[in-house]
Every structure is written in C-alpha cells, then in structure tokens.
C-alpha cells in the first residue's frame, strides 16, 4: 500500500511539475521583431558645402502611442534624408536589474536613477538597442549617423554646414552625455569603432577563481548592450549609456549644446521661452534662424511650423545624387 501511495505521489508531482513548466514556458513569449528597413527620401536631396542628405542616415526613436509625432517628422525633415524609424516594436527587449542605491541629483553627480516605473527603465533600454540593429543592416556603414527622438526638430542646412566641418576619419560622436534629446551624431569612424570585435567581461564576479569570466569576442556594441540589458548599466538614463559607451570604445563624445539644444527655447518644456512660433521674439527667430541644428521637445505643430520657417534655406540647397542600400 505504501508503495502504491509513494508511486501515486510521485506521478502528482510529475504532473504538478509538468503543468509548472508549461506555465512558465507560456508566460515567456518568444519576442517578435518588427522588421527594420531603410526609407529613401522622397523629397529633394539637399548639399550643402559638399555634403550631401544622402550621406547623412536619421534614426528616429519614437513610440507608437505617438504617431502624431512620427507623421510630422516623415512630412517634414524626413523627406529629405534616407531614414529609419524605431519603435518598441523593433526593439522590445527589456531586462531589469536589482534596485538602485543612489538617486539622480541635480548637477548629475550620480548616474543612477531609482524608483521609476518599468516603463521608463525600459525605454532607455531602447536607444542603444536601436543603434545596434540599424548598424546590422546598413552596408556600407554611412558617413554619418543622426538620432534623434521623435520630438526634436532638426534644421537640415544647418545639420550639412556643420557636418562640412567636421571630419569623418576621427571617432568622434557628436552631442552630449547629459542632454541626449538633442540628439546624437556619429562619424564613420565611431560607428566603425562600435562594430569591432571586443572581449566582453560578464558581471559576475568568479569567487574561487577570483577573476571575472569571459563570455567571448563579440563586437563593442554588444559589449554595451550586455551592461545595458540587465547589467550594471540597466538603471542608467540613455544618455549616459551612450557617454559611457563612446567613452570604453575610446571614442570622442563632444556636445554642442548651444545649437543641438535639449531644452529648445522654442518648444513645449517649461522651460521654453515661447511655446509657439507666433510667440517667437526676435532673439529666439534669429537663432533659429542662424544657429540651430536640433530643438527638443517639440509638438507636431511645431516641427510642422518649424519647417516652414526653414524653407527658404532648404529650397536655396541645391539637389545632390546619390544612392543607399542595407541587407
């Protein structure tokens, strides 16, 4: 009897175990990929001092409960430039890590950002994971490389007369740590230098052998996403994923932040001196005007009203060839 009891126990906790199994297994979906591909322009090719739009590719990371902002920007600047746009849903993955022990002051005296939502940890997950698969498809590597969030304005004259003084041989990544909604620009150089073959460390520390374990070579990139995705990096803000990035492949990250600017004194930030072109006064026209490459925090309407006011300098660009191809 006790045998036949043992035997019926053990075939309950098979089955328990079995059915465990299938639960886990059906809570953890296999993650599907939206597929990522390049959009030519539709619109004129601009030049600038030699530099043309078609030299420069424009990554735009939106979000699909805002497409409001994805439709002015493929109406406005995009049509311009051969571009990618990346939601969560070419970029999904997310992986949280143990809870924070600093906060984020003011003066960013720490890097570490504490009780936030999921929803936030994960999208600054997203950035470097969309850098990732656009540099998986893109042959040739392109001479530049715009990110941009889906609220930043971009002056396309100005963006190619900057670029026309910079080189693109010196790894150099263009924007700064703290201020990223501006937007990043990358070199040849620095995007070369991403997809090199580099020894990744893992986190875990190895306590007999007391030294830290190799996972294999694999490219810098990977090597970021990997302190990103779960790492020591996962409660760090975007921007500094990306500081902290250029900065272990050794690559220059310089800011210009008086003309790619974080907090546009045209926009919607509290900040902002004017919340509409109308109510733009002369200083803020005439930096607009003269100076701006990007401006963050933006509504339709105004990357819409902004590319309006740009007009007259896009029609002066004269049209460039010129051609792209991905995988």
Not at 48 to 63: F, P
């Amino acid at each position: 009897v006790r045998s036949i009891m043992l035997h019926g126990m053990q075939l309950v906790n098979l089955l328990l175990t079995t059915l465990l199994v299938q639960v886990l297994v059906a809570d953890e979906p296999a993650i599907q990929l939206a597929p990522v591909q390049i959009t030519l322009p539709t619109g004129r090719i601009l030049s600038v001092n030699g530099v043309g739009s078609n030299e420069v590719l424009v990554t735009v990371i939106g979000t699909v409960d805002q497409p409001e902002l994805l439709d002015a920007q493929r109406q406005t600047l995009l049509q311009h430039f051969p571009h990618i746009i990346i939601t969560e849903q070419h970029v999904p993955r997310c992986v949280l890590c143990t809870n924070a022990t600093a906060k984020l002051f003011l003066k960013y005296k720490e890097e570490r950002w504490d009780n936030m939502t999921t929803g936030w940890y994960c999208a600054q997950q997203r950035p470097m994971q969309a850098l990732k698969r656009v540099l998986d498809i893109v042959r040739p590597v392109p001479k530049w490389l715009l990110i941009i969030d889906d609220d930043t304005s971009v002056h396309p004259v100005h963006l190619l007369n900057f670029l026309s003084t910079r080189p693109t041989n010196t790894r150099t990544i263009l924007g700064s740590r703290n201020l990223g909604g501006a937007g990043f620009i990358l070199n040849n150089a620095a995007m070369r230098t991403l997809l090199k073959p580099a020894v990744i460390q893992r986190m875990e520390w190895n306590a007999p052998n007391r030294t830290w374990q190799y996972v294999g070579q694999q490219s810098m990139l990977d090597a970021c996403l990997y302190r990103i995705l779960g790492g020591h990096w996962c409660q760090y803000h975007s921007d500094h994923v990306l500081g902290y990035c250029a900065s272990t492949a050794g690559i220059k990250l310089r800011g210009y932040h008086l003309r790619m600017s974080q907090w546009c004194p045209l926009g919607r930030h509290w900040r902002s001196q004017a919340h509409s072109l109308a109510a733009a006064n002369e200083t803020i026209r005439a930096w607009l005007a003269n100076d701006m490459i990007t401006c963050h925090y933006q509504t339709p309407t105004l990357v819409r009203d902004l590319y309006e006011f740009m007009r007259p300098a896009i029609t002066a660009a004269h049209a460039q060839g010129g051609g792209w191809r991905q995988r």
